[in-house]
């Protein structure tokens, strides 16, 4: 990439906060051309909302699938409509296999790993953003050229690893890897950068320790590129699939997305209890998607064009 | 998500030559004594701060790297505490003799070639339609990317659903065009399109919203200047638009690309922890997958991620190299 790209990401990360405050732009420019005729407007608005039709119409199946008595899924073409809606199989679904445990497990891995990969990357990131050091570019070089390694490549070694800690079947194995993220350090690091000089010569002279200045001053004032990081790491943590699948052999160690697919063998076409753990399964990361979806669309957009 | 950080070797030299224009002149040997142990007992601090990353980093990430490279070379079952070293055999029995091997590349590459360009036309229309002066705009943002925050292993569960021969979605709706019901999972020729059609749908709104921020980052004044010159829409488009956002399709394309080559998941949970009918789904990963932690074969393993590997890197290397002089940066 070209040296430019650092300006081009500079005039996104503005891009992005725009949505904002584009309304007296969008109008001067709609009075400029005044192009969109009401039949353009209507094919826009047409297409678009037969692609957000697909886009959700696998979530309403499934909900729909999973508040139905077996006797209706098994119906061809399918109802929409039925009597009476079956909400019991989501508890039927919840007990048939040990999903309390599932659930604390993924909560328990999520979390901790969210929040020792914040402590991690934020530490680094500030070595790398305010320190000068003995093989500070080669370093970040190394760990930039990490990046490039694909996962897969890492199982096998890695698996080994934990065979010898005798880390199988142990929280350890299914956090203590994943709390490092380069991708985390290297944002942190730009965000980092980004603050003004000035203040780290008044928490100098303020005699702020280095160490408490980083957790009081520098991480709050970085707060949107921190909670970015978090939040692509809890989503990313809860739903981690084939490590998991790896490391764990029994039923107590396995946190969702694993259990669900020992679920399915075990329920195999009884579709609609299949649907209703579906559907509990990503709850918490609806929820959590729907109160901070902007920071997440945001930070997406930043993660493009950095 | 670059891989090359242009921004670091930018202010790190600029750094270094700020230090030396400012140090240099009238330095004292005791003041130069005085910045050196400075440095020292910044570089001391400076690892302390790093020691936990790099501690895991160097662990889980640097360490098997090295230990990959040398597993590839022999062969193990991971349980007799002998290795047997074997030199490049793995590799060359790979290339040369092993049809999964290369039924997984087919595979792979089939499903590449299906989701990556589909997807980016897709995206890039969505993202030129939110583009425009609509309502809604976060409604539609919202809805075309919850697809991808929710977990593969759920959401594979569901399209299987509706996958399902006889009572499954697809199939309903196809019947409002008068197709008849079709076999999605059970039969080979469908099993991919199938893969291919449920990982565009999960993929789409990362795209989408990527290609937006490059749409809002291209300078209106461009396109008020085109209107007065009387450009027409596609003029408009073709001149301005697919040029100024060339780095953000290139972006797109290789990071699509690098994740399409390592498609596993969806593939697993789609036929129930199978590859489909016939193999027809059979991917390199799976086929990694299979031979580590069902056959047990390590070495031989390792060999075909280095290759997959190698073959990603060159992938990389020759779209950087095609798209040198087709992308412009503002």
Known sequence: ?306 | MAFIDPTLTRDLGRRKKGNHAAGRPPVSPERRKALRRKFWRETGVAYLYLSPALLVLGVFSFWPVIKSLELSLFKWDMISPVKTFVGLKNYSDLLFKDEEFWLGIKNTLYYVLGTVPLGIVIALGLALLLNAKIRLRSFFRVSYFLPHVTSVVAISMVWRWIFHSDYGLMNYILGWFHIRSLPWLSEPALAMPAVIIMSIWRHLGYDVIIFLAGLQSIDKEYYEAAKVDGASGWQMFRYITWPLLSPTTFFITIISTIGAFKVFQEIYVLFNTGSGPLRSAYTIVFFIYDKAFRDWEMGYASAGAWLLFLLIFALTLIQFRVSRNRIHYS
């Open chain 1, 1 to 306: 990439m070209a040296p430019d790209a650092q300006s081009a990401a500079g005039a996104t990360t503005q891009a992005v906060a725009l949505p904002a405050q584009p309304r007296r732009k969008g109008r001067k420019r709609s009075e400029a051309g005044g192009r969109l005729s009401p039949l353009a407007l209507g094919a826009i608005y047409l297409a678009l909302g037969i692609g957000a039709f697909i886009m959700l119409i696998p979530f309403i199946w499934m909900i729909v699938t999973s508040l139905k008595p077996m006797n209706e899924v098994t119906v061809f073409p399918p109802k929409w409509i039925w009597w009476p809606i079956h909400w019991h199989n989501y508890v039927d679904a919840w007990r048939t296999a040990p999903f309390g445990r599932y659930f604390f497990n993924s909560i328990v891995v999520a979390v901790v790993s969210t929040v020792l990969e914040v402590i991690t990357c934020a530490m680094a990131a500030y070595a790398f953003a305010r320190m000068n050091f003995f093989g500070k570019n080669t370093l970040f070089m190394l760990l930039l050229g990490s990046i490039m390694v694909p996962g897969e490549v890492l199982l096998v070694p890695n698996f080994i690893t934990l065979v010898r800690l005798s880390w199988i079947d142990t929280y350890w194995a299914l956090i203590i890897p994943w709390i490092v993220s380069v991708f985390g350090i290297f944002f942190m690091r730009q965000a980092f950068l980004q603050l003004p000089n000035e203040l780290f010569d008044a928490g100098k002279i303020d005699g702020c320790g280095t160490f408490r200045f980083l957790w009081r001053v520098v991480l709050p004032l970085s707060k949107p590129v921190v909670t970015t990081v978090a939040l692509f790491k809890f989503i990313g943590s809860w739903n981690s699939f084939l490590w998991v699948l790896i490391v764990t052999n029994t039923p107590n160690m396995r946190t969702i997305p694993v259990g669900l697919t020992y679920f399915s063998t075990e329920v195999g076409t009884t579709y609609n209890l299949l649907m209703a753990a579906s559907a509990f399964s990503m709850l918490p990361i609806l929820v959590l998607f729907f109160l901070a979806q902007k920071q997440f669309i945001q930070g997406i957009a930043r993660t493009g064009l950095k």
